[in-house]
């Protein structure tokens, strides 16, 4: 539901979801047509078509148990792709695998100056070995959480507050800019995508 959705905007839709299929049984059972009028005013109605699905396939398929690997998760149930597999292993099975969002992107060009954009041949293949290998092996879910909410709320597109960050002394971009003060604005070092 967060894809492509703010936070506020989804947590209404969420909680009737739960209140209306507080399981996975409880989604397979139900109709597609339901599933879709609950998911109304979200758009991207295959994201509903698609879980409906998935949860068919864990309860016809899999005998009610989710995958909980990565490749597991990405092979068994359509719809899923490499992030919602490695956010899904990570968070709710504590799977040590990265998680490369939008917000994630930002955060580690920044951290690590690089400056290519995303599209360019093999940038999202070395935000992915990046993110996999930094990945906290004891608590991967919090980790890749707090990487994303530090991407939405700190290190921002726009005026990021790297003052704040609990993580500058880590982050190149920041640094550079506080010994080289004509480089201006952190905004420089990730092209907008």
């Known amino acids: 539901m967060l894809q492509q ?3 506020a905007t ?3 839709y969420f909680n009737k979801w739960i209140q209306k299929w ?3 049984q409880a ?3 139900a ?12 758009g991207y109605y295959s994201r509903g078509r698609r879980l409906h699905e998935g949860a068919k396939i864990i309860m016809e398929k899999l005998n009610g148990k989710i995958p909980d690997s990565v490749s597991e998760l990405t092979k068994l149930i359509p719809g899923i792709g490499a992030y919602s597999a490695s956010a899904i292993a990570s968070i709710a099975f504590q799977k040590p695998a990265g998680v490369v969002d939008g917000n994630v992107i930002r955060v580690l060009s920044r951290m690590r100056i690089i400056g290519a ?3 360019q041949p093999g940038v999202r293949d070395h935000l992915w070995e990046l993110a996999n290998k930094i990945v906290s092996k004891k608590r991967p879910g919090d980790f890749n959480q707090s990487l994303m ?3 939405a709320t700190i290190c921002t597109p726009q005026n990021p507050n790297c003052a704040s960050c609990p993580v500058n002394k880590y982050c190149h971009a920041y640094n550079m ?3 080289t003060p004509t480089a201006g604005k952190i905004e420089f070092i990730f092209e907008k995508h």
């Open 5 to 7: 959705t703010q936070v």
């Open 10 to 12: 989804v947590i209404p």
């Open 22 to 24: 507080p399981t996975v």
């Open 27 to 29: 989604l397979a059972d």
């Open 31 to 42: 109709k597609v047509e339901e599933v879709l009028q609950t998911w109304a005013g979200l």
């Open 117 to 119: 954009h995303v599209s």
């Open 149 to 151: 909410e530090l991407g």
């Open 177 to 179: 800019t506080k010994t």
